[in-house]
């Protein structure tokens, strides 16, 4: 089950240029596209004629054309052309998805188009703000969305799943401090005066103990970022003072794709060093080996569940947040169906 | 669904050699080998024994023998020998069927044998006839038997599909006219006065307009041949003189293997510059090139149609042929149907 | 459908070392690991908290700790850490199987484990015997485990399938005297005064005829040992005088998987030439050369049998304890399952 009326990143924008692309999400082919202005559309990647993928054809000027019998389609999915005739047949159609750019990407909204507001794009600043350093990164994961928002919300996993970049013997024991807000989830721990993990003691050269802070806010459905880093212990990070410390913003954008598998974007911001190229590196090679181990205990997890699925599950402390998420999405999409039963559309079944 | 009672092309005569052939017709697993006479034979490729495909046996003299256990089978599917013992046991034999050699390739029967009748063969004369030079070849093609027919009954694809070949802008806009002659369809397009396209440029050395002819006959259930060329505009084609011209025929014999796959035969046979090898190589690498455009073009729609197969299609007015066609052999699979529920027999579901 | 009481090899002693060791018998996927005395344990290969594969993580001490989260599990699958709480959550076990280390084997009970009983653990003792040299080794046969018990105990097919090694001519033309003892089956077969198979005519030097022998005993579930060997055409074989003869233990280990797939351990012992390497490496190539023969028989009868299982069969005189033998396990089998039923417990399906 996904919630649809909402905004999913869909792609990053330099992955739409000037040629059709095509992507799945929540089950849906979709083509996008971008018309000669640069605006992005996005339709479904199936022509009305014989279902023949869009995203094989081409792109002319403002129109997407079929590259099999040449049927070119608007942004709005509208028919403009039927070669070899002069008249567009009746339904001659494909169903267009309302998309944004903002952030460094392509935001589909799933839900009915009329439904659709730009300004409810999900605010992810420091992808493209100055006085922050992004990389960004994509994985394609085999697993269910949900199974990744779990992880994200658990900093438990740290200490055996990351121990080469971001995990230390200290996390599993600390407790957090959840605290919902609206849709949204806020998570704070700190882990005080400890020595760092490995990729921070790199990139902030601490020689001694830190205070370290690992705030994560999850918005509905399933977009994570987390506000971390840590600074000389005793140095008043407690007290808000980050000066001599870093900060980093680690930002997950999760989009399912189907059931199955997901499309796992992610950023990786800082504020400090910003001219160092090494520092760059360092940080986007530690994210990324970070994410792909998650990748790959995500994939084994979703395997297992596959072969069982619904098999009982026993929690543990500290499941608290990803259990509060899983009951906010839950709610949402309950609602929505109810809403879309109401309405007298048919259920989706995801 | 599949036509049973008909004839069709299973194997160019040289695949079955002296040893078995396991090729799959209408869902059904089939063996082919030859008798000392050369004679082809047919029968189903598993052993009654143990279900043992006979296709990974051997062929000794006359006889189909199993690679496991040994039993041998005559070419009407009778087991003649069981290793160990004296006696064959009650029902064991193979179902047999009827096999003709003809226009360099085997016909199989897949209706009741006593139906065959082997003067019914289509006559596809040209892959066998003095004064034509014929090149040939197969395509496993992953798509359902009834897209490939679509596309050969459908011109209006060759701009968008085969420009580098038989495309010209012109194709799609010039009305064809279609005639039914019996379970056939005859389909007639004439492009008039306009530049000939790239590969018939080369093969017929054209320095100015052409008048193109398309010529489509269709035979249920799938057997398509195209009467196509084009002589110097003007020169007299139009009235049925096409000395100053070159004439091709592009032959599509399509067997279904499966419901999502097919055995594509071609052959493409031309009756000038018989001679010279280099013609026949650029003929051949062109009619090649080509239909292996359709095929990618043919596979990426019916994996789109796997994911959402009888989802609502809009017709154009290029799909007359193909409609009609679809129609036709609808109607001989109903009937075919409504005769074996009639003589009590069960209706096959494929 | 499996027996559930039984005793099934599941590993070599030599796969299962310091780290953890996935493996699936009978559908259920399993993790084998040693504690620090080196006794072998099995459990769940499914962590309870949210089913992440134990065989991704690690052994520390005597206990087995989950790759995501760090629960950690003792060999009796009892939850004996649960990292960042003081307490065990109710339920956090995984079921735990008993395993015996015998014949060079780990040996588990996929039954109730109070009904496992190791002095019930199949004797192989050519395995591990002294004054036996035995190679051994594994194949992942992709098939159902009752097509290789067939196999086994079926000679017949040894002269079509097997004639660079073992197979003669003459094999499918003699009888065979079967004979039961319990839940085991007894075959008996002499070749006599006949030229040896190409593989025994290496090993033993024979320039001419001998007398052969092949015995089989079969114990339900599926495993199968072979007493073969030859000896100089009347030198007293007949009479059991093997002293101018070779004599070989082809021990055939077999442990169903899933439905359609099958752990294939085989082992070869000899008594002769004990201190021989080339010998050694001569047996060991010659019979896994046979074995993989088999293999491929089988895969291909699998995928056969595949596409319409439970099509009738007919049976040959050769498939006397092949039949037998599918009805003392299909009799254990239907005797355990109305044990179940009996006992209120779910009945399996497999």
């Known amino acids: 089950m996904f919630l649809r009326k909402a905004w999913y990143l869909a792609a990053w924008r330099e992955e739409v240029t000037d040629r059709p692309f095509g992507r799945t999400v929540l089950g849906e082919r979709l083509v996008f596209f971008r018309t000669r202005d640069g605006s992005p559309k996005a339709v479904a990647d199936r022509c009305p004629h014989r279902a ?22 608007d942004g709005a999915g509208r028919c403009v052309e039927v070669p070899g005739q002069s ?22 909204w799933m839900g009915p188009a009329e ?9 992810i600043a420091w992808l493209d703000t100055p006085g922050w350093v992004t990389s960004r990164g994509k994985f394609d994961l085999r697993a269910n969305y949900q199974r990744l928002v779990d992880n994200l919300l658990d900093f438990s996993h740290l200490q055996f799943v990351h121990e080469r970049t971001i995990g230390t013997d200290a996390v599993a024991e600390i407790p957090s401090r959840t605290e919902r807000r609206g849709t949204s989830l806020h998570v704070q721990r700190w882990i005080v005066d400890r020595p760092p993990p490995p990729l921070f003691a790199r990139a902030g050269g601490f020689n001694g103990n830190v205070d370290r802070w690992m705030n994560c806010d999850c918005h509905a459905p399933a977009n994570v970022i987390l506000d971390i880093g840590c600074a000389v212990a005793g140095s008043g990070a407690l007290d808000g003072d980050r000066r001599r410390g870093i900060e980093i913003r680690s930002i997950h954008l999760v989009t399912p794709e189907t059931a199955t598998s997901t499309h796992y974007f ?15 590196e360092l940080l986007a090679n530690g994210a990324r080996a970070t994410f792909a181990e998650d990748v790959a205990i995500l994939e084994a997890q979703e395997r297992r569940l596959t072969s069982a699925r619904g098999a009982p599950e026993v929690d543990i402390n500290g499941d608290g ?15 929505e169906t109810a809403g879309q039963r109401r309405d007298g559309a048919p259920e989706r079944v995801s």
Chains 1, 2, 3 share one sequence.
Not at 322 to 332: E, F, V, Y
């Open 52 to 73: 023949f993928p869009l995203s094989m054809g081409t792109v002319e000027g403002d129109h997407l054309r079929c590259g099999y019998h040449g049927l070119a389609f």
């Open 87 to 108: 008249t567009i047949p009746p339904g001659c159609a494909v169903r267009a998805f309302p998309v944004v750019e903002r952030w460094q990407g392509l935001w589909v």
């Open 115 to 123: 439904d659709a507001d730009p300004a409810s794009v999900p605010e």
């Open 266 to 280: 992610w950023g990786y911001a800082r504020n400090f060093a910003r001219e160092d190229a090494a520092m760059t």
């Open 321 to 335: 947040a990803p259990i509060q998420a899983r009951r906010i999405l839950g709610a949402l999409i309950a609602a």
